[in-house]
T-cell receptor, first 114, second 115 residues
Framework: GAGVSQTPSNKVTEKGKYVELRCDPI?????LYWYRQSLGQGPEFLIY????????DSGLPNDRFFAVRPEGSVSTLKIQRTERGDSAVYLC????????????FGPGTRLTVL | AQTVTQSQPEMSVQEAETVTLSCTYD???????LFWYKQPPSRQMILVIR??????QNATENRFSVNFQKAAKSFSLKISDSQLGDAAMYFC????????????FGTGTRLQVTL
């Protein structure tokens, strides 16, 4: 596609459930980022992939959060045992090799944990 | 750690007028990038303008320009000839000039454009 896509657009789940959020980056973009945006805040970095490997996961809040990118393209953010505090918009961004300071964002997934 | 501060939660401007959004940041690095992103209700972050710290000349993109004061660690955005479509959240962001550096965002300024 022309831009970064994220699915689902909205996800409502119950406390304690497991969720997966998907990001499909722009074709050819080797760098992929996940950010979390809580209500009234700016996005906060979670994790960055270069190719298939997580090059920086320093922003993951705890071990309930995990992300993969097995083929170096699509990435999935996985959240186990969801808590109400996980409710936020999860944004994905990608960038072209050598132009890492130009991140293109997707529309985000709004996660609501009841 | 780097921090980005936006002290104006909301701003309002009349159509065709000029508005300036403020941003300050803190870093110990000498080379970095600064950005302004626009986030409309659709949630998608759109890059408005980018400034490289080693460049003294202020960046401009059509109606958007910045006032970059490196010593003061200030990075304001000026929007000229404001249009209704400019209404959105605006985020100031910082990244270090390393390979695939993460963005650090401020808390945002909501811009309203009135007729």
């Amino acid at each position: 596609g022309a831009g970064v896509s994220q699915t689902p657009s909205n996800k409502v789940t119950e406390k304690g459930k497991y969720v997966e959020l998907r990001c499909d980056p722009i074709s050819g973009h080797t760098a992929l980022y996940w950010y979390r945006q809580s209500l009234g805040q700016g996005p906060e970095f979670l994790i960055y992939f270069q190719g298939t490997g997580a090059a920086d996961d320093s922003g993951l809040p705890n071990d309930r959060f995990f992300a993969v990118r097995p083929e170096g393209s699509v990435s999935t953010l996985k959240i186990q045992r969801t808590e109400r505090g996980d409710s936020a918009v999860y944004l994905c961004a990608s960038s072209f090799p050598g132009r890492y300071n130009e991140q293109f964002f997707g529309p985000g997934t709004r996660l609501t944990v009841l | 750690a780097q921090t980005v501060t936006q002290s104006q939660p909301e701003m309002s401007v009349q159509e065709a007028e000029t508005v300036t959004l403020s941003c300050t940041y803190d870093t110990s690095e000498s080379d970095y990038y600064l950005f302004w992103y626009k986030q409309p209700p659709s949630r998608q972050m759109i890059l408005v303008i980018r400034q490289e710290a080693y460049k003294q000349q202020n960046a401009t993109e059509n109606r958007f320009s910045v006032n970059f004061q490196k010593a003061a660690k200030s990075f304001s955005l000026k929007i000229s000839d404001s249009q209704l479509g400019d209404a959105a959240m605006y985020f100031c962001a910082y990244s270090y000039t390393g390979t695939a550096s993460k963005l650090t965002f401020g808390t945002g300024t909501r811009l309203q454009v009135t007729l």
